[in-house]
T-cell receptor, first 112, second 108 residues
Framework: DVKVTQSSRYLVKRTGEKVFLECVQDMDHENMFWYRQDPGLGLRLIYFSYDVKMKEKGDIPEGYSVSREKKERFSLILESASTNQTSMYLC???????????FGPGTRLTVT | KNEVEQSPQNLTAQEGEFITINCSYSVGISALHWLQQHPGGGIVSLFMLSSGKKKHGRLIATINIQEKHSSLHITASHPRDSAVYICALGGSNYKLTFGKGTLLTVNP
């Protein structure tokens, strides 16, 4: 079974803090994704990576950056957290295109 | 207009009922995905299909490429089927375009 894990299920941070969300997959997938999920808006793509050190902006990249130094690990960074970044963050991995994506359990981030 | 529309947004059913969730889209696709998300839980891929019909247990997914429409059916529904069901479009690149989801509640 594919396993995608995320570093935290719940996280509370203060405005202005730097926040790291980490995602690890164990299936040697080339593609990894970061989404945020908000009520009424559904899932929106923040960034994705199709190879180590390669990344592309998704639909809502503002305020976020990413890092992929190893194939299995994809990190989402909030340089200076703001209250409007309070959300559920989901990581996914997949192979090829079109690809079935495998999701992690999500991190519910609250910025106060 | 959104590229993908799901209906209904909310659906309440009694245990044992036959359930249908619809997904209509307006763009060309390579594949359509149906995903399931239980409350507080992660997202699980149910089906990926590009034509015809797929069945897994009590779940059936169909797609009509010409009409740009897909349906997810649940037979003999059970309270454990209560979840959000999400339709997602797959194109020729790596990205998915997601519908807003259908919240299904199955009462015992």
């Amino acid at each position: 079974d594919v396993k995608v894990t995320q570093s935290s299920r719940y996280l509370v941070k203060r405005t202005g803090e730097k926040v790291f969300l980490e995602c690890v997959q164990d299936m040697d997938h080339e593609n990894m994704f970061w989404y945020r999920q908000d009520p009424g808006l559904g899932l929106r793509l923040i960034y994705f990576s199709y190879d180590v050190k390669m990344k592309e902006k998704g639909d809502i990249p503002e305020g976020y950056s990413v890092s992929r130094e190893k194939k299995e690990r994809f990190s989402l960074i909030l340089e200076s957290a703001s209250t409007n970044q309070t959300s559920m963050y989901l990581c996914a991995s997949g192979q090829g295109a079109p690809n079935e994506q495998y999701f992690g359990p999500g991190t519910r981030l609250t910025v106060t | 207009k959104n590229e993908v529309e799901q209906s209904p947004q909310n659906l309440t059913a009694q245990e044992g009922e036959f359930i249908t969730i619809n997904c209509s889209y307006s763009v060309g696709i390579s594949a359509l995905h149906w995903l399931q998300q239980h409350p507080g839980g992660g997202i699980v891929s149910l089906f990926m299909l590009s034509s015809g019909k797929k069945k897994h247990g009590r779940l059936i997914a169909t797609i009509n490429i010409q009409e740009k429409h897909s349906s997810l059916h649940i037979t003999a529904s059970h309270p454990r089927d209560s979840a959000v069901y999400i339709c997602a479009l797959g194109g020729s690149n790596y990205k998915l375009t997601f519908g807003k989801g259908t919240l299904l509640t199955v009462n015992p």
